[in-house]
Every structure is written in structure tokens, then in C-alpha cells.
């Protein structure tokens, strides 16, 4: 039988699609909510045209047997790929990326300093519901800080057509002293499904991220030829299919190289 957890409602919605002459077309979308976790054992079936699951903002669908899924069904996690913020000329330029999108009415855009909590400053509009990856923008022409600033956070609140919404991680913006040449940071360690890497540059450059394990066998390249502005960005790694183990995150660039020791745990 399939094990749910923390959504009866939701198991009862699955079992309609995995019983045998319940449903005549099993077409449709589903999505599993953050909190759930369903389990889907060897010949049992699960049908629709996507489902939203193993990503940011989504559970977790875990399949005794890859055949457990029908032909043509797409499992689509809906996650943040990347989110930058420059400075350049007295102004502020946020860019983000999306890998998939589910149900998004769009990105309100959040700014903070050490004086003021986090404050809405715009909106961006979403894609709905999306297979496809896909580029923001939004600048903040810093017309409303008081003098005495010196440092900017910006985050983004995702929101769904139904309201529910998420936060992202956070990218900060120096205005009273340059940038690092280069500084390399990332979290969790040990990370499960995905790894976030946090990178700031005081010039533009194309880094070559890449993913070693101990031997020195790259066994994910990440960024290459991808040219980076001066600021501060934020990168989504997908890890989920990388052995556990202890890997080494290299950063090439023009200057020198970065590492960071990278643990991951499934």
C-alpha cells in the first residue's frame, strides 16, 4: 500500500490515481505540499501529466520502482536556480532564476538595512505553472535610504495563486567599502538534495565552479564560461544524485582558486 505522512488528504487524492479503474483518463497535475512525503511501493502505479514534488517548496515522492511512474508523466520541482545583486553607478540590480515554476504568481521583492526591517520595495510577476527556466529583474534605484546606509539585504517572497509563499536565501550589497576579491561559502554541510553556494566577487569574471570528489574526478561541472558581474550571487547545486560522500567545490578564476569542503548526505 503507499505511505503517507502528514497528508491524509493527499494520500486519499493519490490513491484514485493508483487503484486500477478508479480514474478512466489519470490525467492532471499533482503536488505534493511541503510537510509530505509519499511512498509509492513496487507495482503499484502513479499517473498524471506532472507532478510537483522533490523540489524547494514541494515534498518528497519516493518510488520503490522508477516503473511505478506512467509513460510521459514529468516530475517538476520548482526551485530556485540563482539570485544576484550588483551595484553599478549608484544602483542596485537584482537577478534571479528560476529552473521550474508551479502555481507562481510572482516574486515580491524584499530589502532590509541595520535601521529598518524588511520592507516590500516591488513585484515582479511569475510564469504560473512552467517547465521551463526562466530570468528576472528588478532594480532598486535607492531613492528612499537615509545617508548613514552602508549595508543592503535583499530576499525574495515567492507567492503562490493561493497566497502560500516562500523566502529565499539572502544576497547583501556594500555601499561604503569594496567588495572581496573573491570570497567562496556555502551551506548545509552535510546537505541532502540540494547545496547552496554563496559567492562574492569584487570584479567581473568567469569562474569555473566545478564539484570534485577525493580523487580529483569532477563529477559535477556547475559554472563554466558564465560571466558573473562584481557583487554578490547565490547558486542552487542539485545534489540529490551525487553519491554520499565528501567532495570539494572549486572555484577557478583569473586571480587565483577557491575550495570549499562539501559533505553530502543522503
Known amino acids: 500500500m503507499i505511505r503517507c505522512r502528514f497528508s491524509i488528504i493527499l494520500?486519499?487524492?493519490?490513491?484514485?490515481?493508483?487503484?486500477?479503474?478508479?480514474?478512466?483518463?489519470?490525467?492532471?497535475?499533482?503536488?505534493?505540499?511541503?510537510g509530505a512525503e509519499i511512498s509509492v511501493p513496487i507495482g503499484a502505479k502513479i499517473c498524471a501529466d506532472t507532478i510537483f514534488a522533490n523540489g524547494a517548496g514541494h515534498g518528497r515522492l519516493n518510488l520503490a520502482?522508477?516503473?511505478?511512474?506512467?509513460?510521459?508523466?514529468?516530475?517538476?520541482?520548482?526551485?530556485?536556480?540563482?539570485?544576484?545583486?550588483?551595484?553599478?553607478?549608484?544602483?542596485?540590480?537584482?537577478?534571479?532564476?528560476?529552473?521550474?515554476?508551479?502555481?507562481?504568481y510572482g516574486f515580491e521583492l524584499q530589502r532590509s538595512t541595520a535601521s529598518q526591517d524588511w520592507t516590500p520595495i516591488g513585484f515582479v510577476e511569475g510564469h504560473g505553472s512552467s517547465a521551463a527556466p526562466h530570468s528576472y529583474r528588478f532594480t532598486d534605484r535607492l531613492e528612499d535610504l537615509p545617508r548613514s546606509t552602508s549595508v543592503l539585504r535583499y530576499r525574495l517572497r515567492q507567492i503562490d495563486f493561493d497566497g502560500q509563499f516562500e523566502f529565499s536565501p539572502e544576497v547583501e550589497v556594500h555601499l561604503d567599502q569594496p567588495l572581496p576579491?573573491?570570497?567562496?561559502?556555502?551551506?548545509?554541510?552535510?546537505?541532502?538534495?540540494?547545496?547552496?553556494?554563496?559567492?562574492?566577487?569584487?570584479?567581473?569574471?568567469?569562474?569555473?565552479?566545478?564539484?570534485?570528489?577525493?580523487?580529483?574526478?569532477?563529477?559535477?561541472?556547475?559554472?563554466?564560461?558564465?560571466?558573473?558581474?562584481?557583487?554578490?550571487?547565490?547558486?542552487?547545486?542539485?545534489?540529490?544524485?551525487?553519491?554520499?560522500?565528501?567532495?570539494?567545490?572549486v572555484v577557478d578564476y583569473t586571480e587565483g582558486r577557491r575550495t570549499e569542503r562539501v559533505t553530502i548526505r543522503h
Not at 494520500?11 to 511541503?34: E, H, N, W, Y
Not at 511505478?68 to 537584482?94: D, M, Y
Not at 541532502?192 to 569555473?208: G, H, I, K, N
Not at 563529477?219 to 547558486?235: E, F, K, R, T, Y
Open 11 to 34: 494520500c486519499v487524492f493519490l490513491v484514485g490515481f493508483l487503484l486500477p479503474g478508479m480514474l478512466a483518463a489519470q490525467r492532471g497535475t499533482i503536488t505534493i505540499p511541503v
Open 65 to 104: 520502482d522508477p516503473s511505478c511512474i506512467c509513460s510521459g508523466v514529468v516530475i517538476t520541482p520548482v526551485e530556485l536556480l540563482t539570485l544576484s545583486a550588483t551595484l553599478h553607478n549608484g544602483i542596485v540590480q537584482l537577478t534571479w532564476t528560476t529552473a521550474t515554476e508551479s502555481r507562481n
Open 181 to 249: 576579491r573573491l570570497v567562496l561559502k556555502g551551506y548545509p554541510s552535510p546537505c541532502d538534495e540540494t547545496y547552496t553556494l554563496f559567492l562574492t566577487m569584487s570584479e567581473a569574471a568567469s569562474p569555473d565552479i566545478r564539484l570534485h570528489d577525493v580523487t580529483g574526478r569532477v563529477v559535477m561541472p556547475i559554472a563554466q564560461n558564465a560571466l558573473l558581474p562584481a557583487g554578490s550571487h547565490i547558486i542552487r547545486i542539485h545534489t540529490a544524485d551525487v553519491p554520499s560522500g565528501l567532495y570539494l567545490l
